[in-house]
């Protein structure tokens, strides 16, 4: 038994940065994980590990679809699946342990066990029970199936399995036209997988600018992925030893069975709130199941904190991150402040989809008026050097040019969009973006024009 200022439950990004800022704000921590390396979902097996499959297998793309183009030519490169594997999880290992390097410099103890709170003040792990003044609730989240499919996590899988499996699958259904369905959709179709998403809603990521939408599916089937929008799965029958996949058209109630030799349920998810305690202590949950919090991000018990992908809000790493930070300041007696109209999202396929802030279709319900400003990637010189000039850059503002969101699908989508957020914390103009010098050749420069077409016209289109 130890007593803390701070015990965070949960390592993963939020938590291990909440962790590691209040130990930068001299207060005594500990961390509790139950994993058998820090990092949480993010780093074992979530954004990390599919990012280096995505890693790999857009090299592999590349070199089967644009090498030759360049005079680079020979044999298209083999799958060693194991060895992609292998390189995977040593990216994972790398970065875990990265976290443990920095648990030790701060001195913040890992606690290793699963947590749980008997009492406001009082952490339980194992059989030891800790002292804590703050308690920082940072349990994350974990995949929700859908009633009538089994998760077996080898042919009925969740992005858990989807990082692992055996061999690549003949044939791929995935379920829900999310960031998951269509980065790990992406990884299997690009190894060769005949890839069929199935999705309820008539669109492809829900929420998302639906011109950008739009393009991502079209660039998406051109890579040999399929869709079946409007569409709801109800059930999945593995009896046959292959899964068979039962989905119902919403326009006329048709049903039809797919097969397929894996089947990644990708339907979204849900906050882990149970084990902790919480019930108990009487902590106040949303109707949603997330841990309610006041702005200072304290739940209904004082003295208990809870930040992430347990609480309302997107589910995202950097979202989690930016709460960890912001309430280990909160509770060394600081201001901690999360702007969250200015939260990038990302998609990491190929093309990379990033927005931040409004889009039309929102503006347009809150009977906004907005002006848009696009280019495409067509016009951009680096982009086309790379045959990745698909997509286009789209900055909407408000009547005073004022900055109040950013679409991207192209080429690194993904870290543009940071131009655009930083801007947007300023209050920056899109004459702001437009005037500022963007170093040519740059995938930047297409940001730059659709600033510029805000105002008196882009140059390049
Ligand atoms: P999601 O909420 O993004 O998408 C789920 C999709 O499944 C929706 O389009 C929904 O309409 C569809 N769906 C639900 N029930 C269905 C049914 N019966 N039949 C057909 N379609 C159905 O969820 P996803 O992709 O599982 O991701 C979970 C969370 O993880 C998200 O919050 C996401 O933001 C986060 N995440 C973020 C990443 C990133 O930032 N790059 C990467 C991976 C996950």
Known sequence: ???????????????????????????????????????????????????????????????EHN????????????????????????????NTKGIEFLFKKNKIEWLKGWGSIPEAGKVKVGDEVHTAKHIVVASGSEPASLPGIEIDEKTVVTSTGALSLGKIPKSLVVIGAGVIGLEMGSVYARLGSDVTVVEYLDAITPGMDGEVAKQFQKILTKQGMKFVLGAAVQGVDTSGGKAKVTYK?????????????????????????????????????????????????????????????????????????????AVAEVIAGKHGHVNYDVIPGVIYTSPEVASVGKTEEALKADGVKYKVGKFPFMGNARAKAVFQAEGFAKLI?????????????????????????????????????????????????????????????????
């Open 1 to 63: 038994m130890a007593d803390f200022d701070v015990i965070v439950i949960g390592s993963g990004p939020g938590g291990y940065v909440c962790a590691i800022r209040c130990a930068q704000l001299g207060l005594k921590t500990a961390c509790v994980e139950g994993r058998e390396t820090l990092g949480g979902t993010c780093l074992n097996v979530g954004c990390i590990p599919s990012k280096a499959l995505l890693h790999a297998t857009h090299e592999l793309h590349e070199a």
């Open 67 to 94: 090498f030759a183009k360049m005079g680079l030519k020979g044999k298209s490169p083999s799958v060693d699946w194991d060895q992609m594997k292998a390189y995977k999880q040593e990216t994972v290992d790398g």
């Open 249 to 325: 058209l919403n326009k006329d109630d048709s049903e039809t069975t797919i097969d397929a030799d894996t089947v990644l349920v990708a339907t979204g998810r849900k906050p882990v709130t149970k084990g902790l305690g919480l019930d108990a202590l009487g902590v106040e949950l949303e109707k949603r199941g997330q841990v309610k919090t006041d702005a200072q991000w304290q739940t209904s018990v004082k003295g208990i904190y809870a930040i992430g992908d347990a609480i309302v809000g997107p589910m995202l790493a950097h979202k989690a991150e930016d709460e960890g930070m």
């Open 397 to 461: 503002v408000d009547e005073n040019d004022r900055i109040l969101g950013a679409h991207i699908i192209g080429p690194g989508a993904g870290d543009l969009i940071h131009e655009v957020c930083v801007a947007m914390e300023f209050g920056a103009s899109a004459e702001d973006l437009a005037m500022t010098c963007h170093a040519h050749p740059t995938f930047s420069e297409a940001v730059r024009e659709a600033a510029l077409a805000c105002g008196d016209g882009a140059i390049h289109a």
